[in-house]
């Protein structure tokens, strides 16, 4: 499965402005394509635009461009109570969604921005996001009705062997084998014993009084920041790979031993756990985790232009742990090239989503479990290339991989880093 090949026509541009009072189009430019959506840079007689494309939208079922408007309309409200969220643009009607050829579009305003990852970012920056992130998770609560909440079991590691076992016979089929085939062999043999090593840490059932509203997508590509230099940057660059926090893999892996899963997960994993896992772990690593879908933006006019400028891509809008969210979006944010986490700056970002999430040190406990353990036995990276064969996410999957053997190794340390 490949990108879609779907191009926005002149015809179809036309049928989707119709809907909408914002002139005459005079060019649209694709910014980005993401796994989920398309995004046009679009100016018409009336100013700038960001046209998104949902690529996910089915207008066949009525659920389609009505899940969609739900979004916007959550999304509004944030924006109405002070959070950066840009409203989509309404017909004359009321509606957000154009439904054209068969496919949903909509439309938003443009403001220029770009994205930041966590090495972008001061220890103060770290702490403002994290608290960014509880104020969207408190305020979705509160603009929301309450909902059900979904049951999930956790990853079954019987299933992960099945999954593992599929794709080494892929990868040793092929007949002219490239490096990231070379990596992804070793990868997912080390996996298959990192899983035996940890196989009685599988996770609990979270209890419903951790789920909430979440935004569904939170990382660097979904978070737009105004243009000016970050504090790391004007201070002289980007952190150095080793803080205070920031110890290397194999350093990590001799201080992490049979007491790592501490707090509420005590005594779940055999004894030596961890020990000399992580060395090693990011060899031939690259930059580049998370893909965005697009530019959707916000009017920020005296705005500090350090301060992110619009959360974008609301489309995974649902209930869930709360805090497992913001595990993944630390993970992202502050992951090193070589599957390191900066844990200096993950602690200013958990501290501050704790206070303004109130969520408890259990609560961000249970979630570390659940984010790690869903690491461990998450292979899509690698189903996407070798039975898919879309390569898109090919560049997120050396750090990736890396962190998961590091994060293993070095568990207690991480824990502390998101509950202290």
Request: aromatic content about 8%.
């Amino acid at each position: 499965m490949q990108p879609s090949s779907l191009a926005l026509t002149e015809g179809t541009l036309h049928s989707v402005l119709r809907q909408y009072d914002v002139g005459a189009p005079l060019s649209c430019d694709p910014v980005s394509q993401g796994l989920l959506n398309r995004g046009y840079r679009l100016t018409t007689t009336r100013g700038r635009f960001f046209l998104k494309h949902h690529l996910d939208g089915d207008p066949a079922a009525p659920a389609g461009p009505a899940r969609i408007e739900r979004q916007h309309r959550a999304a509004a409200r944030l924006g109405a109570l002070g959070l950066p969220v840009v409203p989509a643009v309404a017909d004359p009607e009321g509606r957000t969604v154009a439904v054209v050829s068969g496919r949903c579009y909509a439309l938003h305003p443009w403001v220029e921005g770009r994205h930041r990852y966590g090495s972008e970012l001061s220890a103060a920056q770290c702490g403002e996001l994290g608290a960014l992130l509880g104020r969207v998770h408190t305020r979705l609560a509160e603009v929301l009705p309450q909902a059900g909440t979904p049951s999930e079991e956790s990853a079954d590691p019987a299933a992960t062997y099945e999954v593992i076992g599929e794709l080494l016979v892929h990868i040793r089929a092929r007949l002219r084998r490239d490096s990231f085939d070379e990596l992804a062999e070793h990868r997912l043999t080390e996996r298959r014993e990192l899983l035996r090593r940890y196989a009685g840490a599988r996770p609990p059932v979270v209890p419903a009084r951790f789920h909430g509203w979440v935004h569904g997508d939170f990382h660097p590509l979904n978070l737009l920041y105004g243009a000016a230099r970050t504090g790391a940057q004007a201070a002289g660059g980007a952190p150095s790979a080793r803080g205070k926090e920031g110890a290397s893999p194999a350093a990590c892996g001799r201080a992490t031993g049979a007491g790592a899963y501490a707090g509420m997960y005590a005594g779940t994993l055999p004894a030596g756990a961890g020990a000399g896992a992580g060395a090693g772990a990011g060899a031939g690593a690259e930059a580049g985790v998370g893909v965005g879908a697009g530019v959707g933006v916000r009017r920020g006019a005296g705005r500090d232009e350090a301060e992110p400028v619009a959360i974008l891509d609301w489309d995974r809008l649902g209930v869930r742990p709360r805090a497992e969210e913001a595990v993944r979006g630390a993970a992202i944010f502050f992951v090193r090239p070589d599957g390191t986490l900066d844990l200096r700056k993950v602690r200013a970002y958990a501290r501050a989503y704790r206070r303004w999430a109130g969520a408890s040190r259990q609560e961000l406990a249970a979630a570390v479990h659940r984010v790690w353990w869903e690491r461990l036995n998450d292979f899509w990276m690698l189903r996407w290339r070798y039975q898919l064969r879309d390569v898109r996410a090919d560049p997120q999957f050396p750090a990736a991989a890396a962190l998961v053997v590091w994060w293993s190794a070095c568990y207690e340390a991480v824990r502390s880093a998101f509950c202290d």
